[in-house]
C-alpha cells in the first residue's frame, strides 16, 4: 500500500525539521508551529492509518526526537500509551519486552532498579577479571615465542657463522697452495 497524501506531507515536514535541528537552525522561529503542525499531521494520519500500523511508533518516536531536541514540553494532544500498538505490531514481535513490575510504590521501583544495577555491575567485575587472565595468558605466550625465536636466530647465526669461517678458511688454504 502507498503512502498517503498527509504521510508524504509528514514526512516531508519532520525531515525538514530534523534537518534544521542538525544544522543548527533550533531557534529559528518557525520551529514551534513547525512541531505543532507535525503534531497535527501525526493524528491525522493517526486517524486514516490501521491502528496497527508500525510507522505510527517511528513518525512518534521522531516527532518526540526533535521536540526533545528543541526543548518543547507541552503538548496539545495528550500523550499516548502505544504499548498496545508495538505488541500487536507484526515486524516488532520479536523484539524482548522488559520485565519491568507495574507498580506506583517508588521504593519498590528503585530496588528494582538498584538489583539490575548490582547485576550489570557483577556481571562487569566478572568481565574484567576474565579480561585480565585472558591478556596475562597472552603475555606469557608472547615472552615464550619471543624466547623461542631468539634462541633459533642465535643458532642459525652459529650455523651460519661456523660455514663462514670453514668458507673462508679453504679460501685461505687455497691461496697458499698457490
Known sequence: MGLSRQEVNLLRLLAKCELMCKSKQKDDDRMPKYVESLEDMYQEVKKTSDPNY???????????AIKAE????????????DTELLRKSPSLQCVRHRNVPETSDLNQVLNFHEGLQQ?????????TKNLKEQSELANKIIKKDTKVVSFLLCTSLQKLCGRLIIIINKKILLQNVR
Open 54 to 64: 508500525e510507522f505510527l511508533l517511528v513518525y512518534q518516536g521522531r516527532i518526540a
Open 70 to 81: 528543541l526543548g518543547i514540553t507541552t503538548s496539545k494532544y495528550p500523550p499516548e500509551n
Open 119 to 127: 547485576k550489570i555491575t557483577d556481571d562487569m567485575l566478572i568481565l
